[in-house]
């Protein structure tokens, strides 16, 4: 069964055995149930806090476009490929 698509409309919940550590402003993430590792740059790292404060994609897109010099469209499509890798890795979940 294929997964649904990510939208803008869609919420996530970070998968409930990932962790993570902030290093500056990177974080690594950790899924202890299978040892995955995950690098997050600057932006990443920051679109991952936003998930973690609401898991709206509507409101993360909306508050990096406030915050950053990136139009709707790009933030929309960047956001919708970083939660989709997520989600592939097993780091968040639909909801």
């Known amino acids: 069964m294929a997964s649904p698509e990510i939208a803008l409309t869609s919420s996530v919940r970070i ?7 902030d290093l500056e402003d990177e974080a690594v993430l950790l899924d202890l149930k299978t040892g995955t590792y995950f690098g997050l740059d600057p932006m990443g790292t920051r679109m991952w806090h936003l998930l973690e404060e609401n898991g709206s994609l509507q409101l993360v897109a909306q508050r990096i476009t406030e915050q950053y010099d990136v139009t709707a469209d790009v933030c929309e499509r960047d956001l919708r490929e970083f939660v989709e890798r997520l989600r592939e890795k097993g780091l968040v979940e639909l909801v």
Do not use: F, L, Q
Request: no cysteine.
């Open 15 to 21: 998968a409930p055995d990932v962790i993570y550590r």
